[in-house]
């Protein structure tokens, strides 16, 4: 089993940044790949970013391209969100993923461990 823990939302005016986190514990060694996903209400949760455990492609939904960064660090287990020029249609809950099957995984089906969520506000 995987345990993930998201940190670091909040409430942000528009233009503004926040730095998301999650870290992972447990069998940390199955996993494939991790990434962020986010669901504002009454929408389904969509793909935000991915990052493969041990390659240097970063996969991107179109809507944050050039907004938002996704890294790692392996050696803490820990994958960050860096999310810059915010505009509230970003509003939403963020939850962090993991996967063991797939080293590019955008879909909701790829994942097999969810974070619990965390809230992003973005006020205009």
């Known amino acids: 089993q995987v345990q993930l823990v998201e940190s670091g939302g909040g409430l942000v005016q528009a233009g503004g940044s926040l730095r998301l986190s999650c870290a992972a514990s447990g069998r940390t060694d199955s996993i494939l790949a991790m990434g962020w996903f986010r669901q504002a209400p009454g929408k389904e949760r969509e793909f935000v970013a991915a990052?493969?455990?041990?390659?240097?492609?970063?996969d991107y939904a179109d809507s944050v391209k050039g907004r938002f960064t996704i890294s790692r660090d392996n050696a803490k287990n820990t994958v960050f969100l860096q999310m810059n020029s915010l505009k509230p249609e970003d509003t939403a809950v963020y939850y962090c993923?993991?996967?063991?099957?797939?080293?590019?995984?955008?879909?909701?089906?790829?994942?097999?461990?969810w974070g619990q969520g965390t809230q992003v506000t973005v006020s205009s």
């Open positions: 990052i493969p455990r041990s390659y240097s492609i970063r």
């Open positions: 993923g993991a996967s063991r099957k797939a080293s590019r995984p955008m879909t909701l089906n790829s994942y097999d461990y």
